[in-house]
């Protein structure tokens, strides 16, 4: 027997007339790449997405052809998620950070059709323009009085122009939720970008989890600030989140420095934010160098990687702003485990608090996970076992983007779970912890060593500004750590007083072989260091020890 209610497909439009009818006065602000500040409210958002979507139907694009985009945070970004999600074709945030042929290669792979950008991307997009296989339109998203005088990119169109031009009446269709909505490649540091090909369903569902309490804890009060790209998995899922809650938006556009970004804070009474952990050591050296305060933050999520406990107790102590420690994949949408207190959490000592919140967190409902042993079989949740990690749920990837052999699930004993290439522990209370990257760990004399922790105790020590911990070969012992850090500014720090530094933090046997310091560690597209750039620069490094 079926139960009796509505049959609703779960559509990325339905947020979006949600948004109008139930918050249309709300605010979205930003900075735009013209330089002013921008705001409207989502009744506006609700018909300019409208006139845009008709604008595609006018470019010829169909359902589930692919849209690019190559642009900052901003309201015609946020335009676009609508517009063509809603429309029933396909987003695909194309990475502005990525090189050049990287860049055609994705959008080669993906079949974009048009591309949209920012003019901040204007010499990448006429880099490109020549070499791509199917883009039939490029418009700067722009207006006329700031369109490029001349530019070598054929019929360059003009946003706002297309918006001008088209009709603000548009009915979304309805279509089964199961249809492809957005697209977004991994990074790709080993081997080609992989695509994972979100669809209605799945948004909605994560946008749902996404603002529980236990996980971003998103409200119509809340004033939410992304500085996480809507280039990288749609900003964790943030533009919708707005939508379903009410929550007030601020768009930082291209003006990531930690200056800019202060001054948004405030001036827009921002309540939470989140971002990578590189992005906010700027934030907070500003913010330190020139005793600023947060008057209005109080939350913010920190992922991509792991946030250094130092880090989180600046935040905490120092600005009264709750870090919320979160782990996803652009295979999850990416949101997999928040670090939320549990009640016997919350009644730990602070020493007890600041151990659990260097977690990544507790599965949010719809995201099951499981460590495993190099036999294939799933380990304890004791808190020491430590194993790959699987995750399985509905914001899950299945199955690459026209990739089909490459398929995740094809998994020998583990049918139906994602491995996410991370090594994790499990304690009692279901709080996971990442300990490395699979291809980042280090194999010391049969066992594993946890760069992750090692290079949290650099970073807190004060004067150490970015830290990571790589494997190097040792004669007897196959792999030992080795440290690469970069001090702050004018410091004096040697490899001696950072290495006694470890004493009582960690076991002995895990302390780094050696230090060395250099100006700066590579960072990828998405601001993560680039681990095996480093590898590759100290292969030769002789440790010591050796
Ligand atoms: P990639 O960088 O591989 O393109 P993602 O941006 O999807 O893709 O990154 C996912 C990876 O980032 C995870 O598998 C994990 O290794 C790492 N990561 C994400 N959040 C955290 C976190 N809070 N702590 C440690 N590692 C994290």
Redesign the pocket.
Same mark, same amino acid.
């Given at each position: 027997m079926n139960g009796l209610m509505m049959q609703q497909p779960l559509l990325i439009s339905s947020l979006l007339i949600h948004a109008e009818r139930h918050h249309g006065e709300q605010e979205i602000v930003s900075r735009r790449v013209e330089g002013d500040i921008h705001r409207y409210t989502f009744a506006d958002l609700a018909a300019r997405s409208r006139r845009m979507a008709n604008a595609l139907v006018s470019l010829g694009v169909k359902p589930s052809d692919r849209v690019g985009t190559l642009a900052w945070n901003g309201h015609r970004h946020m335009e676009l998620y609508y517009a063509v999600s809603g429309s029933g074709a396909v987003l695909h945030t194309l990475n502005p950070r990525l090189h050049a042929d990287q860049v055609v290669w994705i959008a080669d792979h993906a079949e974009d059709q048009v591309l949209f950008f920012d003019l901040s991307f204007l010499p990448l997009v006429e880099a490109i323009a020549p070499r791509v296989k199917t883009i039939r339109h490029f418009v700067a998203m722009t207006d006329r009085a700031h369109m490029p005088a001349q530019s070598s990119i054929p019929a360059l169109l003009c946003y706002e122009d297309l918006i001008a031009d088209a009709s603000d009446t548009f009915a979304w269709p309805e279509f089964d939720e199961n249809t492809a909505s957005s697209l977004c490649y =991994?990074?790709g =540091?080993t081997g080609n970008p992989k695509g994972v090909l979100y669809s209605h369903r799945s948004t909605l569902l994560h946008t749902f989890a996404a603002a529980l309490p236990d996980a971003l804890n998103c409200a119509a009060s809340d004033v939410i600030l992304p500085v996480v790209p809507m280039f990288h998995?749609n900003a964790w899922g943030l533009p919708y989140v707005a939508c379903m809650v009410g929550a007030k938006l601020v768009y930082p556009g291209p003006a990531l420095d930690g200056k800019s970004l202060h001054e948004l804070f405030e001036s827009e009474g921002v309540t939470l934010s989140a971002g990578v952990p590189t992005v906010w050591q700027g934030l907070l050296a500003h913010v330190e160098s020139n005793d600023l305060k947060f008057s209005t933050m109080r939350r913010t999520i920190i992922?991509?990687?792991?946030?250094p406990p130092a880090m989180m107790r600046t935040f905490q102590e120092r600005h009264g702003v709750a870090v919320l420690?979160?782990?996803?994949?652009?295979?999850l949408s990416?949101i997999g485990t928040v670090c939320s207190f549990k009640p016997a959490q919350r009644a730990l000592s602070e020493h007890g608090r600041y151990a659990v919140q260097a977690k990544?967190g507790r599965a949010v409902f719809g995201i099951d996970m499981k460590i495993v042993g190099e036999d294939g079989h799933e380990l304890p949740w004791d808190g020491q076992s430590s194993g790959d990690l699987y995750v399985r749920g509905p914001w899950v990837v299945g199955h690459y983007f026209r990739m089909a052999d490459k398929s995740p699930l094809v998994v020998t004993g583990n049918k139906g779970w994602f491995p996410?290439?991370?090594v994790a522990t499990i304690d009692p209370l279901g709080t996971m912890q990442?300990t490395d990257?699979s291809k980042d760990v280090i194999k010391s004399g049969g066992e594993w060593i946890g760069s992750?922790d090692l290079e949290n105790v650099a970073m807190a020590h004060p004067q150490v500004a970015m830290a990571a911990c790589i494997a190097v070969a040792h004669p007897k012992w196959d792999e030992r750590p080795l440290l690469v850090v970069v001090k702050k500014p004018d410091q004096t720090l040697t490899r001696e007083e950072l290495l006694a530094f470890y004493d009582g933090k960690i076991a002995r046997w895990w302390t780094p072989d050696d230090v060395v310091f250099v100006d700066a560690i590579p960072l990828?597209a998405?601001g993560?260091m680039l681990k095996n750039k480093l590898r590759e620069q100290f292969k030769e490094h002789r440790l010591p020890t050796a």
């Open positions: =991994t990074s =540091t998995v992922g991509g990687s792991a946030c420690h979160a782990w996803g994949m652009t295979e990416p990544q996410t290439g991370d990442i990257r992750i990828g998405t993560k």
